[in-house]
């Protein structure tokens, strides 16, 4: 299949690489399946046998990641390096959410169940491919998106999305990290009776009042495709992808997920979807603040909500050539 891309927002300038900058590593010890030291090793052994400098500033997940993101900025500014991100999708944002605005080169060594942004731009979740690839990376200037002054790189949702993601990581803790332990648990997620929210939506001039059990908010062509939305509505430079729909029975429930699953979902009569560059989501008068999910983490954010597509560009290193790309 070919590369899935998308475009990002005219950017100024981009960093230069010299081809001699230390790497500055967050590793998530906690993320993937990989176990004891495997991926720590692996990053070494590739970086030291092609003589770059780094540094691994390992974390254990949770609220330290922000602190080794930091950590991490602030070395790779004071010496002119590269700040990357080792672990699934939560780590890879969470570093983002820090990296982007620095002016600094960010790149990421994917160790999540999807990973969706890594495939997008062709960086394989295997880690010494991956670590291979970034000792001869080019920056490619990367889309993201904001939800209030939070970054996203794959999608943010609000409502019955949310609910999902929790249930999913309680059943992962207790089954393990597999395609059908997620499936699994969506379907009992999904037969559980859901809040509806009262929303009104001003984007690009419009405004629409909606009664809906979930927002989704896409950034990712591939993950866009892999539903079936794409051809839909195109993901394109400068616009994030709205998904919603009507309140739905569990049986349309089912049905919509089914849809995704075989890549049908912009067929789905109840699917609701657009394209816009800032979308607005005001709450009912008694919600203040809401559950939202970005990357499959969970945040609490206060009303409204405010998606956009920020001016500054993710300078993301990616594999120079196109036979290091792994395919989507």
Request: with cysteine; net charge positive; hydrophobic share 40%.
């Amino acid at each position: 299949m070919p590369q899935t891309t998308t475009a990002a927002p005219a950017t100024p300038s981009l960093p230069l690489l010299r081809g001699n900058e230390t790497f500055y590593i967050v590793l998530n010890t906690g993320s993937g399946k990989h176990q004891g030291n495997e991926v720590e090793d692996s990053i070494s052994s590739v970086l030291s046998a092609a003589g770059r400098e780094f540094k691994l500033i390992k974390v254990n997940g949770g609220e330290g990641l922000i602190e080794a993101a930091r950590q991490a900025v602030a070395l790779a500014k004071a010496n002119q390096g590269v700040v990357v991100a080792a672990g699934g999708d939560g780590t890879l944002n969470a570093v983002s959410n820090v990296v982007l605005g620095t002016g600094l080169p960010f790149a990421i060594l994917p160790q999540g169940t999807f990973n969706y942004f890594g495939r997008t731009y062709g960086v394989s979740q295997d880690t010494e491919t991956a670590t291979r690839c970034l000792v001869d990376a080019v920056i490619e200037p990367v889309q993201v998106g904001m939800l209030n002054d939070k970054v996203f790189l794959v999608n943010a949702s609000l409502g019955l999305y949310p609910t999902l993601l929790e249930d999913r990581e309680a059943y992962k803790q207790r089954y393990g990290r597999s395609r059908w332990v997620a499936l699994w648990s969506a379907m009992v997620t999904l037969f559980r009776a859901h809040r509806k929210l009262s929303v009104t939506l001003d984007f690009e001039g419009n405004t629409r009042k909606l009664r809906t059990q979930t927002i989704v908010v896409g950034n990712n062509a591939l993950q866009l495709e892999h539903i079936g939305v794409h051809k839909e509505v195109e993901l394109q430079r400068d616009h994030l992808v709205a998904m919603t729909a009507k309140p739905l029975s569990t049986l349309a429930l089912y049905g919509l997920v089914a849809r995704g699953l075989l890549s049908r979902m912009g067929e789905a009569d109840n699917l609701i979807s657009f394209g816009f560059k800032k979308m607005t989501v005001r709450l009912g008068p008694a919600r203040r603040r809401i559950k939202v999910a970005m990357d499959g983490e969970i945040f609490w954010l206060r009303a409204p909500l405010e998606f956009r597509v920020p001016e500054t560009a993710l300078p993301l290193l990616v594999p120079r050539d196109d036979s290091q790309r792994e395919r989507a």
